[in-house]
């Protein structure tokens, strides 16, 4: 039996999540839909956190986290499929050699990615690779081995207010590279050699923070 809170009513367990509210604050519907955790994982409620494992599967289940860190292990990204509630994606140190998501199902909740300490670069004709994320509001790419942004990298992300691209092998920024953060406020990207800077990479958005 199930005890409804603040009441002496009890329900059978089997009236629990039916879709109809059988406790007074309607607590026996709560959290019906928590996702399974994950092998090699540790979920609590709509987070979760795996450390050192491996996503190469992918499933027609849906699984509704909210919050996902994936660090230190190895990932497959078309496993993100599954993930379509996100609001919060970290996948340090995964080895990611690209992170382009053309073809990916839209996680259109999300607001922060953090794919710091990879291995991603992009070619000159990378685009859209974050199109499945319009309301990102930060992107750290900090610590991989890019050596150049892109023009049309960010051209469905013009909510971001946060870059981080420090500590890349960026060796130049063109005018385009942010053209289409219009908005950002914060870009991080300092570098331990010199970086050659267009004059007018900056001179269409209202950046406060720069780190160079």
Same mark, same amino acid.
């Given at each position: 039996?199930?005890? =409804?809170? $603040?009441?002496?009513?009890?329900?059978?367990?089997?009236?629990?999540?039916?879709?109809?509210?059988?406790?007074?604050?309607?607590?026996?519907?709560?959290?019906? $839909?928590?996702?399974? =955790?994950?092998?090699?994982?540790?979920? +609590?409620?709509?987070? #979760?956190?795996?450390?050192?494992?491996?996503?190469?599967?992918?499933?027609?289940?849906?699984?509704?986290?909210? %919050?996902?860190?994936?660090?230190?292990?190895?990932?497959?990204?078309?496993?993100?499929?599954?993930?379509?509630? +996100?609001?919060?994606?970290?996948?340090?140190?995964?080895?990611?050699?690209? @992170? =382009?998501?053309?073809?990916?199902?839209?996680?259109?909740?999300?607001? *922060?990615? $953090?794919?710091?300490?990879? +291995?991603?670069? %992009?070619?000159?004709?990378?685009?859209?690779? @974050?199109?499945? #994320?319009?309301?990102?509001?930060?992107?750290?790419?900090?610590?991989?081995? #890019?050596?150049?942004?892109?023009?049309?990298?960010?051209?469905?992300?013009?909510?971001?207010?946060?870059?981080?691209?420090?500590?890349?092998?960026?060796?130049?920024?063109?005018?385009? *590279?942010?053209?289409?953060?219009?908005?950002?406020?914060?870009?991080?990207?300092?570098? $331990?050699?010199?970086?050659?800077?267009?004059?007018?990479?900056?001179?269409?958005?209202?950046?406060?923070?720069?780190?160079?």
């Amino acid at each position: 039996m199930f005890r =409804c809170k $603040d009441s002496l009513k009890c329900i059978r367990v089997n009236d629990m999540c039916n879709g109809r509210a059988d406790c007074i604050y309607g607590e026996d519907e709560l959290l019906c $839909d928590l996702p399974s =955790c994950p092998k090699q994982c540790s979920c +609590l409620q709509y987070a #979760m956190s795996c450390a050192s494992a491996n996503f190469y599967y992918t499933s027609l289940v849906h699984m509704h986290f909210k %919050y996902a860190s994936i660090t230190n292990g190895s990932i497959n990204i078309e496993v993100l499929d599954m993930f379509g509630d +996100l609001v919060v994606l970290q996948l340090h140190n995964n080895k990611l050699r690209t @992170f =382009c998501l053309e073809g990916i199902r839209a996680i259109p909740y999300l607001k *922060s990615l $953090d794919i710091s300490s990879n +291995l991603v670069s %992009y070619g000159s004709q990378a685009r859209n690779c @974050f199109k499945p #994320m319009p309301d990102m509001i930060m992107i750290n790419l900090s610590y991989n081995h #890019m050596k150049f942004l892109p023009a049309k990298l960010f051209t469905q992300n013009n909510k971001v207010e946060l870059l981080d691209i420090s500590l890349n092998f960026i060796i130049s920024l063109q005018e385009m *590279s942010l053209k289409r953060l219009n908005i950002l406020k914060a870009f991080l990207f300092t570098q $331990d050699h010199n970086v050659m800077i267009d004059r007018k990479t900056f001179s269409f958005s209202n950046v406060e923070l720069i780190h160079p």
